[in-house]
């Protein structure tokens, strides 16, 4: 009697809904499925569900943050066991809800699609084009835009150094404190935030740039007038990629890469480099090396293929529109025509050049022999044209306050200092000449967006080569000629109330 009435007292058993239609994944598992499509159990840890079309793609979406394994997560590698079901499908985004938002894209598509490549491309297309070829020059921009997309289609290279800046640009905007700069992104275009953390899309740039460069390589072997516009336009993407993938260590300094030695000389740092007989790599002689931190200076790849092949051969094509004639005239420096503010150089270069005049005209006490003439002294020479360009940018204060701006117009642009610069300047860097690096450094002030336009890509340099110039020079006399760049990084961290965020090697 008392074991009767002790059953009749227990709680009757809940009807349930049996799942006789579940996916084969859940049956597998033992587990009962919800039969929804697909089922949440397969979309809880990422398995192949049956009950979606083979032909059906699927992107599950990521969480935000790494989570513990919860209670009945399958220990067994169940993607491996069902490997004649659909691959388990990659994260991309972040759902809220528990699954229909989870699911972020359904499509039927047999033929599977790089997302990532796409997306490289787009941003380039959209968004890096525009920092490149400036959104006031619609010819350049739909250079940037069009043509060198349609270059690359036929010459992979240049595909992979379009995709390899992409990403650069991309890990920039990433590190961004709120997400996207309106000063490097076109406004009158949606501009999509970055899709993945910064060391990610640096990873991807470098396997583009790699590979890029290792394609360059092998068409450079054998110019032609047929590959000669792709040779010239990939060395350009090499020059724009060395910059923006910053310093590959302390001692790179821009125009070469070196480590100094305690007899004063200074030898390769990348075993892999190769170099002249001055011992400055060059495009020609770093080519073999499968570092694209080897090409330096890497300017002088562009000057040497335009030297090579006539202006009406080059730019030929694709490239006809890199040929618009002489550059605009200059009515006025050019801060004032994009309102940036001006800086007061005259006292510092010039005070610089007349030091340079007397350390060159007395052999004067430095720490490496000088065996050039006061004459012909690549250092006063390099000077003379940096001063031509800080002129043309901040015009030159005359005596009664008037600023004045004269000079070939070529000299609005800083990187026609590089373009222009001797070897034998570059061999004096590398041999740490303090005249030498004094100019490097008053070069290295206009590293910065507002005298090199939508340039994202030259962060971090400035800061770079100034700080690496001052240690050098510490403990010397020539010191004293570094307190003027130093004040300029100064004062633009105050201004920006932030440090530099450029990685460095």
Same mark, same amino acid.
């Given at each position: 009697?008392?074991?009767?009435?002790?059953?009749?007292?227990?709680?009757?058993?809940?009807?349930?809904?049996? *799942?006789?239609?579940?996916?084969?994944?859940?049956?597998?598992?033992?587990?009962?499925?919800?039969?929804?499509?697909?089922?949440?159990?397969?979309?809880?840890? !990422?398995?192949?569900?049956?009950?979606?079309?083979?032909?059906?793609?699927?992107?599950?979406?990521?969480?935000? #943050?790494?989570?513990?394994?919860?209670?009945?997560?399958?220990?067994?590698?169940?993607?491996?066991?069902?490997?004649?079901?659909?691959?388990?499908?990659?994260?991309?985004? $972040?759902?809220?809800?528990?699954?229909?938002?989870?699911?972020? &894209?359904?499509?039927? &598509?047999?033929?599977?699609?790089?997302?990532?490549?796409?997306?490289?491309?787009?941003?380039?297309?959209?968004?890096?084009?525009?920092?490149?070829?400036?959104?006031?020059?619609?010819?350049?921009?739909?250079?940037?835009?069009?043509?060198?997309?349609?270059?690359?289609?036929?010459?992979?290279?240049?595909?992979?150094?379009?995709?390899?800046?992409?990403?650069?640009?991309?890990?920039?905007? *990433?590190?961004?404190?709120?997400?996207?700069?309106?000063?490097?992104?076109?406004?009158?275009?949606?501009?999509?935030?970055?899709?993945?953390?910064?060391?990610?899309?640096?990873?991807?740039?470098?396997?583009?740039? #790699?590979?890029?460069?290792?394609?360059?390589?092998?068409?450079?072997?054998?110019?032609?007038?047929?590959?000669?516009?792709?040779?010239?336009?990939?060395?350009?993407?090499?020059?724009? @990629?060395?910059?923006? &993938?910053?310093?590959?260590?302390?001692?790179?300094?821009?125009?070469? #890469?070196?480590?100094?030695?305690?007899?004063?000389?200074?030898?390769?740092?990348?075993?892999?480099?190769?170099?002249?007989?001055?011992?400055?790599?060059?495009?020609?002689?770093?080519?073999?090396?499968?570092?694209?931190?080897?090409?330096?200076?890497?300017?002088?790849? +562009?000057?040497?293929?335009?030297?090579?092949?006539?202006? $009406? +051969?080059?730019?030929?094509?694709?490239?006809?529109?890199?040929?618009?004639?002489?550059?605009?005239?200059?009515?006025?420096?050019?801060?004032?025509?994009?309102?940036?503010?001006?800086? !007061?150089?005259?006292?510092?270069?010039?005070?610089?050049?007349?030091?340079?005049?007397?350390?060159?005209? *007395?052999?004067?006490? #430095?720490?490496?022999?000088?065996?050039?003439?006061?004459?012909? $002294?690549?250092?006063?020479?390099?000077? $003379?044209?940096?001063?031509?360009?800080?002129?043309?940018?901040?015009?030159?204060?005359?005596?009664?306050?008037?600023?004045?701006? &004269?000079?070939?117009?070529?000299?609005?642009?800083?990187?026609?200092?590089?373009? @222009?610069?001797?070897?034998?300047?570059?061999?004096?860097?590398?041999?740490?000449?303090?005249?030498?690096?004094?100019?490097?450094?008053?070069?290295?002030?206009?590293?910065?967006?507002?005298?090199?336009?939508?340039?994202?890509?030259?962060?971090?340099?400035?800061?770079?080569?100034?700080?690496? +110039?001052?240690?050098?020079?510490?403990?010397?006399?020539?010191?004293?000629?570094?307190?003027?760049?130093?004040?300029?990084?100064?004062?633009?961290?105050?201004?920006?109330?932030?440090?530099?965020?450029?990685?460095?090697?």
């Amino acid at each position: 009697m008392e074991s009767a009435s002790s059953c009749s007292a227990r709680k009757p058993i809940r009807p349930h809904r049996k *799942s006789r239609t579940g996916c084969s994944t859940c049956k597998r598992r033992k587990v009962k499925c919800d039969e929804e499509k697909p089922c949440s159990n397969c979309v809880r840890f !990422d398995l192949p569900c049956n009950l979606v079309s083979d032909n059906t793609h699927l992107q599950y979406a990521s969480p935000s #943050t790494t989570t513990r394994r919860g209670r009945g997560r399958p220990r067994k590698t169940w993607t491996a066991v069902l490997s004649d079901r659909p691959s388990a499908l990659v994260a991309a985004g $972040d759902g809220s809800s528990p699954l229909a938002s989870t699911i972020l &894209d359904v499509t039927v &598509d047999p033929t599977p699609i790089n997302v990532d490549h796409a997306e490289l491309l787009l941003h380039f297309v959209s968004t890096t084009a525009g920092t490149l070829g400036g959104h006031e020059c619609p010819r350049m921009l739909r250079f940037w835009m069009h043509n060198v997309p349609h270059i690359g289609l036929s010459r992979s290279f240049v595909l992979h150094f379009v995709l390899a800046l992409a990403a650069f640009h991309l890990a920039y905007l *990433s590190n961004q404190e709120i997400g996207v700069d309106e000063k490097d992104v076109d406004t009158h275009h949606a501009v999509m935030r970055p899709r993945r953390r910064r060391a990610e899309y640096l990873a991807v740039a470098q396997e583009h740039l #790699t590979a890029g460069v290792s394609g360059f390589t092998s068409q450079l072997s054998r110019p032609s007038p047929d590959n000669c516009g792709a040779l010239y336009l990939g060395a350009t993407m090499i020059s724009y @990629c060395t910059f923006a &993938d910053g310093p590959s260590s302390r001692e790179d300094l821009l125009v070469c #890469t070196g480590i100094r030695r305690g007899d004063g000389a200074c030898e390769s740092e990348d075993a892999g480099m190769m170099s002249d007989d001055n011992g400055v790599s060059s495009p020609a002689a770093a080519s073999s090396s499968s570092s694209p931190g080897a090409w330096m200076p890497f300017v002088s790849g +562009v000057r040497l293929i335009s030297e090579t092949f006539g202006s $009406d +051969v080059l730019f030929a094509g694709p490239l006809k529109p890199l040929v618009s004639g002489p550059p605009p005239i200059l009515e006025g420096p050019v801060y004032a025509r994009d309102g940036f503010p001006r800086l !007061d150089w005259e006292e510092a270069l010039d005070g610089l050049r007349g030091f340079i005049v007397g350390v060159v005209a *007395s052999d004067g006490d #430095t720490s490496t022999s000088r065996d050039t003439s006061p004459t012909h $002294d690549p250092s006063l020479e390099a000077l $003379d044209k940096l001063i031509g360009i800080y002129q043309a940018i901040y015009g030159r204060r005359s005596p009664d306050g008037e600023i004045k701006c &004269d000079g070939p117009p070529q000299n609005q642009f800083v990187f026609g200092w590089l373009y @222009c610069l001797e070897l034998e300047f570059a061999r004096y860097v590398r041999r740490h000449d303090p005249c030498a690096l004094l100019v490097l450094a008053h070069f290295a002030v206009l590293l910065e967006q507002n005298t090199v336009q939508g340039g994202w890509y030259v962060e971090g340099w400035r800061e770079h080569i100034i700080a690496r +110039v001052g240690e050098v020079l510490a403990d010397s006399h020539f010191s004293e000629w570094m307190h003027w760049p130093m004040e300029q990084v100064a004062h633009k961290r105050e201004r920006d109330g932030r440090p530099s965020h450029r990685h460095q090697g």
